[in-house]
């Protein structure tokens, strides 16, 4: 979905009082809520990507895989009560285009994604496979069996390429799917 949908579908969501918007605490962007309308819609909308999950994610196609909406999905399943006291900088970068890099900057409570190289030494680079860590995301396949496969190399501090696999979650829908 590209940027313009996604802000017009957010703002007609806003307008029908279903969601509410803030700014993000660093002061960039907003973050959306549920307001209390939407909260009476959760279930539904819970029911919604459980189906989906099921039905949408069987079949990954390498041309419906999009790097950008990846990170920000994996940046929203960052496991934050298991990240370091410390500012940790994760810089990604995908084979399919090895020249395109994105940085997690992950300082408890918050995490950022970057698009432009935010300054921080960087404590560990991930080089994926873009499907392994879409279905490391979906809870498809654990970051440990991706890595020993060759679809996810990481490089780096030894104590976070060690911890990395545990600060990454997996969509609460992979759970709602299996039962």
């Not at 949908?5 to 809520?33: C, M, V």
């Amino acid at each position: 979905m590209s940027r313009n949908l996604l802000t017009q579908r957010l703002d007609t969501l806003q307008h029908a009082g279903i969601i509410d918007r803030k700014p993000a605490p660093n002061g960039r962007g907003y973050e959306y809520f549920l307001t209390v309308a939407g909260q009476e819609f959760r279930s539904a909308i819970d029911a919604l990507g459980a189906w989906g999950y099921k039905w949408s994610t069987r079949d990954l196609r390498d041309e419906s895989l999009d790097p950008d909406h990846l990170m920000w999905v994996l940046r929203r399943l960052i496991r934050i009560e298991n990240l370091p006291e410390r500012r940790v900088a994760v810089c990604f970068r995908f084979r399919q285009d090895p020249r395109r890099r994105y940085w997690l900057v992950l300082n408890r409570p918050e995490v950022d994604l970057c698009l432009f190289d935010p300054g921080f030494e960087v404590d560990v680079e991930v080089l994926a496979d873009m499907r392994a860590l879409a279905q490391i995301c979906l809870g498809q396949l654990s970051f440990r069996d991706a890595a020993r496969e060759g679809k996810v190399c990481v490089s780096g501090s030894r104590r976070y390429c060690r911890e990395l696999p545990g600060w990454m979650g997996v969509t609460h829908f992979a759970a709602a799917a299996s039962n």
